[in-house]
């Protein structure tokens, strides 16, 4: 089983990557965990990805197909199957991969994106709070504490992060749409994109997901 997740920032992506990997018992790689395993073993293409970073740079497309190529390349990725999640990015990252896979004797499964409207994830983002002190995660609408303000688990003051605000927000949401519609076209002719409903329920959206792979 080899699956690209996607889906705009708030969908709820990282926490069904997690219940993914614990149904199919497949291995979740993302594009940050390849990299900080490179620079980790110290490959060649870990510490030119690394002369980059520390520079604040962005990587460039060279040294990350080289870094996917490396992790996909490893016995586990072909023994237990994997789940990618922020890769690829673009239709020349999507090009590379499907090269990565044909020359490891692997095939893409599904490409699943967990879909949601863009004024539903700003509402979710703008009325997110974090306690200072545990990190736990409330809503104002979905999930409110009991006393405003306060964290219900540990009595810490709860705040709206800097990069939760709307017009954040708006600006991460247009950079994703411009730069995945492509991609979203491209695996829709591949015969393998499967949209799912982000708007559900955490459960609801967990058993769509498992239904398209269990077809």
Same mark, same amino acid.
């Given at each position: 089983?080899?699956?690209?997740?996607?889906?705009?920032?708030?969908?709820?992506?990282?926490?069904?990557?997690?219940?993914?990997?614990?149904?199919?018992?497949?291995?979740?790689?993302?594009?940050?965990?390849?990299?900080?395993? +490179?620079?980790? &073993?110290?490959?060649?293409?870990?510490? &030119?990805?690394?002369?980059?970073?520390? +520079?604040?740079?962005?990587?460039?497309?060279?040294?990350?197909?080289? $870094?996917?190529?490396?992790?996909?390349?490893?016995?586990?990725?072909?023994?237990?199957?994997?789940?990618?999640?922020?890769?690829?990015?673009?239709?020349?990252?999507?090009? +590379?991969?499907?090269?990565?896979?044909?020359?490891?004797?692997?095939?893409?499964? +599904?490409?699943?994106? $967990?879909?949601?409207?863009?004024?539903?994830?700003?509402?979710?983002?703008?009325?997110?709070?974090?306690?200072?002190?545990?990190?736990?995660?409330?809503?104002?609408?979905?999930?409110?504490?009991?006393?405003?303000?306060?964290?219900?688990?540990?009595?810490? &003051?709860?705040?709206?992060?800097?990069?939760?605000?709307?017009?954040?927000?708006?600006?991460?949401?247009?950079?994703?749409?411009?730069?995945?519609?492509?991609?979203?076209?491209?695996?829709?002719?591949?015969?393998?994109?499967?949209? $799912?409903?982000?708007?559900?329920?955490?459960?609801?959206?967990?058993?769509?997901?498992? =239904?398209?792979?269990? =077809?």
């Amino acid at each position: 089983m080899q699956i690209i997740l996607m889906g705009p920032p708030g969908a709820g992506k990282g926490t069904q990557a997690v219940n993914l990997v614990k149904r199919y018992n497949v291995l979740h790689i993302s594009t940050g965990d390849m990299f900080r395993e +490179a620079v980790k &073993e110290g490959t060649p293409l870990g510490k &030119e990805a690394k002369s980059y970073m520390d +520079a604040g740079k962005l990587v460039p497309d060279s040294v990350t197909v080289g $870094i996917v190529r490396e992790r996909l390349s490893k016995p586990d990725c072909k023994e237990k199957g994997f789940i990618l999640d922020g890769f690829p990015r673009t239709v020349e990252q999507a090009d +590379a991969l499907a090269e990565i896979l044909k020359d490891n004797g692997m095939a893409l499964t +599904a490409v699943l994106n $967990i879909s949601v409207p863009a004024a539903d994830l700003i509402e979710r983002a703008v009325g997110r709070r974090i306690c200072k002190s545990c990190g736990h995660s409330y809503h104002v609408k979905f999930n409110p504490t009991k006393v405003p303000g306060v964290c219900d688990d540990c009595g810490g &003051e709860t705040y709206q992060r800097a990069d939760d605000s709307e017009e954040t927000m708006k600006n991460r949401l247009s950079v994703y749409e411009s730069s995945t519609r492509p991609l979203i076209d491209y695996y829709k002719k591949a015969g393998v994109y499967k949209e $799912i409903d982000g708007r559900q329920e955490i459960a609801k959206v967990e058993a769509d997901l498992a =239904a398209v792979l269990d =077809a």
